[in-house]
T-cell receptor, first 113, second 110 residues
């Protein structure tokens, strides 16, 4: 069974430029999470989807971040415009549903210069 | 504010010893608890899940949960150098919001 797939693995952009990350969850997983992880810190939740509905986006900086999960499968996280402080690893995870184990993709390491 | 607290370490144990990792959480209605292992430069990997009070064993790993004390721990028996990693505690709250601690860095010395 394929795991959570994220792309790209690495991205270097100049500040003020837009960037997008893509995530394909494990087949059949209704819950999808986007996390941000800074060096030496645990993952911080940005947004959680149940199927195509964003049910928790309270930590998403909505002035520059947006996300979508069309058809309740793949998801895209976008930053526009990127700032130097956005440099981090962006992790996507999926789970079957409420309170079950979440499995992570390989992450996208973003560097904003 | 829902919080998950872990001792950041580093925790250093000799090979073959028992490593004990601890985690406390703030919300009494938390339902599910998970331990993840994260190697440097890699994404978190699920090791254990525990849902009810008591102990749960899987190979060299034992998770312990005490909901009254809002405490969950992970014991690693016969620690190996390959166990050297950061261990993340995760708590799923009643609204299904999964939060992570900052992680404890474990070093197992040969």
């Amino acid at each position: 069974e394929a795991g959570v797939v994220q792309s790209p693995r690495y991205k270097i952009i100049e500040k003020k430029q837009p960037v997008a990350f893509w995530c394909n969850p494990i087949s059949g997983h209704n819950t999808l999470y986007w996390y941000l992880q800074n060096l030496g810190q645990g993952p911080e939740l940005l947004i959680r989807y149940e199927n195509e509905e964003a049910v928790d986006d309270s930590q998403l900086p909505k002035d520059r971040f947006s996300a979508e999960r069309l058809k309740g499968v793949d998801s895209t996280l976008k930053i526009q415009p990127a700032e130097l402080g956005d440099s981090a690893v962006y992790l996507c995870a999926s789970s079957l549903g409420a309170e079950t184990e979440a499995f992570f993709g390989q992450g996208t390491r973003l560097t904003v210069v | 504010q829902k919080e998950v607290e872990q001792n950041s370490g580093p925790l250093s144990v000799p090979e073959g010893a028992i490593a004990s990792l601890n985690c406390t959480y703030s919300d009494r209605v938390s339902q599910s608890f998970f331990w993840y292992r994260q190697y440097s430069g890699k994404s978190p990997e699920l090791i254990m899940s525990i849902y009810s009070n008591g102990d749960k064993e899987d190979g060299r790993f034992t998770a312990q949960l005490n909901k009254a004390s809002q405490y969950v721990s992970l014991l690693i028996r016969d620690s190996q150098p390959s166990d050297s990693a950061t261990y993340l505690c995760a708590v799923s709250y009643n609204n299904n919001d999964m939060r992570f601690g900052a992680g404890t860095r474990l070093t197992v010395k040969p």
